[in-house]
């Protein structure tokens, strides 16, 4: 099962794991505070590579539904993921 974070409970949180999924370009040209970009290609072709499944992650993509999928998937592999509800876009309202 996954468990769905929003942005306001987000920024309550301290020395977390924030995975943003999306493209290297739109990482690039901005991103939530702390995030490492792992394009979900990557991500779901090679999760133990990047995840720790005694850690916590916190994954996001622009708007919410992708990242959804991509935790989905993960929560089924065994890792304990959090969707970022909002994405980035509500990141950028709430910031």
């Known amino acids: 099962m996954v468990l769905n974070i929003s942005i306001k409970e987000l920024l309550n949180k301290n020395n ?3 995975i943003d999924i999306r493209s290297i370009e739109k990482y690039n040209d901005n ?16 999760p133990e ?12 993509c ?3 539904k992708n990242s959804l999928k991509v935790c989905n998937i ?7 993921v959090y969707n970022i509800l909002e994405g980035y876009e509500g990141w950028l309202l709430e910031k």
């Open 31 to 46: 991103h939530i505070n702390g995030a490492i970009n792992i394009p979900y290609i990557l991500l779901l072709k090679e």
């Open 16 to 18: 977390i794991n924030i």
């Open 74 to 80: 993960l929560a089924t592999k065994g890792y304990k």
């Open 62 to 64: 622009q708007y919410g």
């Open 49 to 60: 590579k990047y995840l720790n499944k005694n850690e916590e992650y916190y994954i996001y």
